[in-house]
């Protein structure tokens, strides 16, 4: 059990909307999950349904924030720490009843004076403002304890809200229900706030007389009743901020839900998506106004998009930052930054570290990691670039393979500024090629390569004359060869002739300028 003092006030502003405590129950087990995860830590749009639960109850800004636990508390307790480690918590061995968790949380509290809100660990879509407006309600009819009820088609399994005109007289639950109880469709959420007093009140008079030998907390309303006090009621609208998750069936519906909820409000601050029914993104996230998100894609974790860019279509990325007018195209990406008006994909798998410069370009079927590529450097085709430096402007080649890894050592290799590789090339790390340097296609290169220069590291071409005529006379190929006119084909002739006369304009050109200085 831990007892850090919660979030202390020190805002006077904000003094007004401050609660005294937040008891948010997390005690229960999630049988129905059928997991070896904890119920709480399952995830809904990329976070814990506990996560939910506790930014919810920040925003009331309570002076103690305590989370009960119980079932699987070990996995919560670790959680906690992770995502909120100066939240309270309180341990209910034994799972006595909503009552008894709520015993359980404000044990080590001492004495409260104020109000106390109570909420679960698994309800969430609730919002930190419904609960700011369940607490203004409570306090605008000065009651002593309000709560958040919804009317819904199908009551069955909620406690039920028994009235008194305005007044909640008492809460049935489900297996107490007469047939006229039964019948009422205004349900309890469970999530309530009550006067501090009411409450401790209350918790000291709760029996387990009832179908389920539970201590019910709902059973603190009609005692408060019995005191004289005044119990209204809040009905919320948007029931799914009630809705809880007891199996995977519901985890699916509450994740399409919320994510139905985060693309809309992505859409509405001027983003395009085109397909949202099959567009992810994480409560996270962050896009900017004029991204366009193709159909099948995923934006999950610390992902960022700048404004202009393109993402998808069947793209994943998982804590990326894209800048302005950058275009992704189906690209798996993970922990990588993507600059300015850069061009990915299609079929790019971009790893950890791999940081690409303004107007890069990491093309087709290549894939990179630990990788930091320049502004304007490109490695367009069927490449991997591991543990690369390479500086702006630089070319790497089709199927160029930056061979980091020897067994034992992971090892860098540095390509300089508009240094130009050739297809097929294997850059055997550690090595360093030059700025400017040239390696030609098909080299594997093991050695330096100053800047400027040329590496030709490959084997050099030799024909056997006449080879198919002796050795596959009469074959298909020999057929071929016989019937052809054994002249270049046209176009290469053409080419070679283009090149060469480019060649020579470059060389040309140089002369001139040297001739004129
Ligand atoms: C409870 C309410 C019911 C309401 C419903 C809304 C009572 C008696 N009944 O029903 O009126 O309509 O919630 O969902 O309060 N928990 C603990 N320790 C316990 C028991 C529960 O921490 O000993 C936690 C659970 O983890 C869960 C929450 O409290 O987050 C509610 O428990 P659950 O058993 O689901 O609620 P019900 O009894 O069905
Ligand atoms: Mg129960």
């Not at 995977?248 to 859409?267: H, K, S, T």
Request: hydrophobic share 40%; glycine share 12%.
């Amino acid at each position: 059990m831990t007892s850090d003092p919660s979030t202390t006030q020190t805002d006077p502003e904000q003094s007004s909307r401050s609660v005294a405590a937040v008891v948010v129950l997390a005690a229960g087990g999630g049988t129905r999950m059928k997991s070896s995860t904890s119920k709480l830590l399952h995830k809904v749009a990329g976070h814990s349904m506990l996560s939910y639960a506790v930014s919810a109850a920040q925003a009331l800004q309570p002076q103690r924030l305590v989370v009960v636990v119980g079932h699987e508390r070990e996995q919560v307790l670790a959680h906690l720490d992770d995502i909120a480690p100066h939240v309270s918590t309180a341990v209910q061995d034994q799972q006595n009843g909503t009552g008894h968790a709520v015993q359980c949380g404000l044990a080590d509290l001492g004495e409260l004076d104020g109000e106390v809100v109570v909420t679960y660990g698994d309800v969430p879509m609730l919002t930190g403002e419904t609960l700011v407006e369940l607490v203004e309600a409570h306090r605008a009819a000065g009651a002593k304890a309000t709560v958040l009820t919804a009317h819904v088609d199908d009551p069955y399994g909620y406690g039920r809200i028994v009235r008194d005109g305005e007044r909640v007289a008492r809460i049935v639950e489900q297996k107490d229900c007469s047939d006229d109880e039964a019948s009422i469709t205004e349900i309890n959420s469970g999530i309530y706030v009550f006067d501090a007093d009411t409450l401790r009140h209350g918790l000291g008079n709760l029996t387990t007389d009832n179908a389920q030998g539970e201590l019910y907390l709902t059973d603190v309303i009609t005692i408060a009743n019995q005191r004289g006090e005044l119990v209204t009621a809040k009905i919320i609208d948007d029931v799914w901020q009630t809705e809880g998750v007891n199996d995977r069936v519901q985890l699916a519906r509450m994740n399409r839900e919320m994510n139905n909820r985060i693309v809309e409000g992505w859409m509405r601050a001027g983003v395009t998506v085109v397909d949202p029914a099959t567009t992810w993104i994480h409560a996270s996230v962050d896009l900017a106004q004029d991204v366009t998100i193709l159909p099948n894609t995923t934006l999950e974790g610390a992902t960022s998009v700048a404004t202009g860019a393109t993402i998808g279509p069947d793209t994943t990325l998982v804590d990326v930052e894209v800048g302005e007018g950058a275009t992704v195209i189906r690209t798996h990406g993970t922990l990588a930054v993507i600059g300015a008006g850069a061009d990915v994909g299609p079929f790019s798998y971009l790893r950890p570290g791999t940081q690409l410069g303004a107007k890069g370009k990491i093309g087709a079927f290549v894939e990179t990691k630990n990788a930091v590529i320049g502004d304007g450097a490109k490695v367009p085709h069927l490449a991997y670039a591991g543990d690369a430096v390479i500086d702006a402007g630089a070319n790497i080649g089709a199927g160029t393979i930056f061979a980091n890894y020897d067994g034992l050592n992971k090892s860098t290799t540095h390509v300089g500024a508009n240094a130009f590789v050739g297809s097929n090339s294997v850059l055997v790390a550690p090595v360093d090629i030059g700025a400017g340097a040239f390696v030609a296609a098909g080299s594997t290169v093991t050695d330096d390569v100053g800047a400027g220069n040329l590496a030709v590291a490959r084997g050099r071409q030799h024909a056997s004359e006449g080879w198919i005529g002796k050795r596959r006379p009469g074959s298909k190929w020999d057929e071929a060869a016989k019937a052809s006119d054994g002249q270049v084909h046209p176009k290469v002739t053409e080419s070679r002739a283009k090149a060469a006369e480019k060649n020579q304009q470059a060389l040309n050109t140089q002369q001139a300028q040297e001739g004129a200085q």
